[in-house]
Nanobody, 121 residues
Framework: VKLVESGGGLVQPGGSLRLSCAAS????????MTWYRQNLDEERDLVAS???????HYADSVKGRFTVSRDNTGNMAYLQMKSLKPEDTAVYYC????????????????WGQGTQVTVSS
């Protein structure tokens, strides 16, 4: 199982970035994909999640600015970030909660290695 994030970098306030998460090793359509972010010495916070059929959920702090999406054919998840603020600076992680049977009590959580997003002038 592998989750590989890409697309992070340095951007000015008000700018945009698109993060990508390439998934492999499991049935992607059986997973809920979630983006988290974390700064040093802080807790990892949920940013946005998306179910297999496209239902999404956002943290209040990013609503209206971030959009989560997925491509079940290509096994990809995305986080489009607009109107970025300095407080969005963090390491962003892609996570998958995977149900081998498509549901039920057996599930597994997988994590990527993270990608740094820095919003600064």
């Amino acid at each position: 199982v592998k989750l590989v994030e890409s697309g992070g970098g340095l951007v000015q306030p008000g700018g945009s970035l698109r993060l990508s998460c390439a998934a492999s090793g499991f049935t992607f359509s059986n997973a809920v994909m979630t983006w988290y972010r974390q700064n040093l010495d802080e807790e990892r916070d949920l940013v946005a999640s998306i179910g297999s059929e496209g239902s999404s959920h956002y943290a209040d702090s990013v609503k209206g600015r971030f959009t989560v999406s997925r491509d079940n054919t290509g096994n990809m998840a995305y986080l489009q970030m607009k109107s970025l603020k300095p407080e969005d600076t963090a390491v962003y992680y892609c996570s998958a909660r995977y149900w081998p049977s498509g549901g039920g009590s057996e599930y597994y959580d997988y994590w990527g290695q993270g990608t740094q997003v820095t919003v600064s002038s």
